[in-house]
């Protein structure tokens, strides 16, 4: 008995000990624009599982908070970005921190520790639609987390895009970074702010997206291998583009005066369908990379030592707009159900090893709507594929991602089950006008996964299935 007691507490000292070796400032992006959502104690106890003690949110749902309290991780509510006109009312600020962040912060509540105001308000595609109240929404936040005295713990920040600073085409090193011309007076006002109030710049870097918008952009750039031709800027040898950026920004930064701030990497990471770079190997890549460099606590040339880091993202979500890409829809390192998609190990330390899995976890049914070659009258094929992935994620199908190998009648088979997989299998969305038929085999071929969907009391299926007829017929007939 002594020996097995013995072996117990070996083996227990072992867990822990891995537990506790996760990377100091490393967190996840949990996004939940999802058509199926795993419980958030679930999420939460998986967190737990694979020691990540930081999490950056996209909202402030009460559900989701509530699954935090007690577990002390770090977590970084949100402002969406339609709500930052609201917040440049004072006392609609202070309702909103009193609702959202005070009412948690009690012994065994939820440890938050930043209010992330808007995302990404000031990109260039969004045409100044934020500008005019994004700087009145942080003041407002950070001024209502003083108020409530909880100011110099909770900070208000503001996650950014890359695009906010540019080095000049004519001088493109980091040395040369500024904020972009025309948000440089705003960008100034927004960090001077930051700076009194001890609270940090958020930014977010994508390398992939680098690659992604530039067809001569060197492909060994975006990752962390010196597999590429460095970039010499005085001296100073650039040799991946995660580098270079963050390094932009801070001389961005120090041309403005606040050279010192703290910066946080809201969101970096690798996606792994939706486009001929966006895969397993090349996200294990990236990762391996990454990982180990926040471990060492590396920095960059111009920032040494310690950055705070989230990684995006947790889940993949299958109800994101595909505006950027058809990527957008698969940036986590969990698959939709909480099975981790690659080794990865988060203690930096390169091990083959997978992440923990989201326990118990309840799956629909097993069974699959494909298409059925018996069907005579294929005029209307087309018409219903499309309409399948109108309500569903048809992303894996396209050029370069892991369903692109499909024949035709494979195609029209994953948009069917994917549709009637969103629709929770109701028999009614298995029918496509005769050219759909149910069946109990799985039809997922070695590249191509035609999934089963998760049982979630959060069900946000695109329509009831009533509407979504109705639809089909609307657009089929009129």
Same mark, same amino acid.
């Given at each position: ?109 939820? %440890?938050?520790?930043?209010?992330? +105001?808007?995302?990404? #308000? *000031? /990109?260039?595609? @969004?045409?100044? $639609? ?66 009194? %109030?001890?609270?940090?710049?958020? +930014?977010?870097?994508? #390398? *992939? /997206?680098?690659? @992604?918008?530039? $067809? ?263």
């Amino acid at each position: 008995m002594d020996r097995i007691e013995g072996l117990c507490l070996f083996f227990c000292c072992i867990v822990l000990g891995i537990l506790s070796d996760r990377v100091e400032g490393l967190g996840v992006n949990w996004g939940t624009q999802a058509f199926h959502k795993l419980p958030p104690n679930t999420v939460v106890q998986m967190l737990k599982d694979n020691g990540i003690q930081k999490v950056k949110l996209f909202d402030a749902d009460e559900s989701t908070l509530s699954a935090f309290a007690g577990t002390n991780i770090e977590v970084m509510v949100a402002i969406p970005n339609g709500d930052l006109a609201a917040m440049i009312d004072y006392k609609r600020a202070k309702r909103w921190v009193e609702k959202n962040v005070t009412r948690y912060n009690f012994n065994g509540g939820v %440890n938050i520790k930043y209010v992330a +105001v808007g995302n990404e #308000p *000031f /990109l260039k595609s @969004y045409n100044g $639609t934020f500008e005019n109240y994004t700087l009145p929404a942080l003041k407002n936040i950070q001024n209502a987390l003083n108020e409530a005295k909880v100011g110099d713990t909770i900070k208000a920040t503001v996650p950014l895009n890359a695009d906010v600073y540019q080095s000049p085409e004519n001088n493109p090193v980091p040395s040369a970074g500024r904020f972009r011309p025309d948000i440089a007076d705003l960008m100034t006002q927004m960090v001077q702010f930051l700076s009194q %109030n001890n609270a940090p710049f958020t +930014v977010n870097i994508y #390398p *992939f /997206l680098s690659l @992604y918008g530039s $067809t001569g952009f060197p492909f060994d750039y975006a990752f962390f291998d010196g597999g590429a031709t460095p970039v010499d800027d005085n001296g100073i040898k650039y040799t991946n583009v995660f580098d270079a950026n963050f390094d932009t920004l801070v001389s961005a930064l120090k041309a403005a005066g606040f050279g010192n701030i703290p910066i946080i990497v809201g969101e970096v990471g690798w996606p792994t369908d939706g486009d001929i770079n966006a895969n397993i190997n090349n996200a294990v890549r990236f990762y391996r990379g990454l990982l180990p460099r926040i471990a060492s606590n590396t920095g960059t040339p111009l920032r040494p030592g310690y950055i705070e880091m989230y990684l995006f993202g947790l889940l993949d979500e299958d109800a994101k707009t595909v505006a950027p890409g058809n990527f957008e829809r698969h940036w986590g390192i969990f698959r939709y159900d909480g099975q981790p998609k690659f080794p990865m190990d988060l203690t930096g330390q390169n091990r083959d090893v997978y992440l923990v899995a989201a326990k118990n976890v309840k799956y629909l049914e097993n069974r699959w709507c494909m298409f059925n070659p018996n069907a005579n009258d294929l005029s209307k094929l087309g018409d219903n594929i499309n309409f399948a992935c109108t309500f569903a994620d048809c992303t894996p199908l396209g050029y370069g991602s892991s369903c692109n190998g499909l024949d035709a009648n494979g195609n029209a088979s994953y948009a069917f089950n994917v549709y009637f997989q969103t629709q929770n299998q109701n028999l009614q969305a298995c029918d496509f006008q005769g050219l759909a038929k149910l069946t109990m085999q799985n039809i997922s071929t070695a590249n191509c996964n035609f999934t089963i969907q998760i049982a979630s009391s959060g069900l946000r299926s695109s329509a009831p299935v009533y509407f979504s007829l109705l639809a089909l017929v609307t657009y089929l007939f009129f």
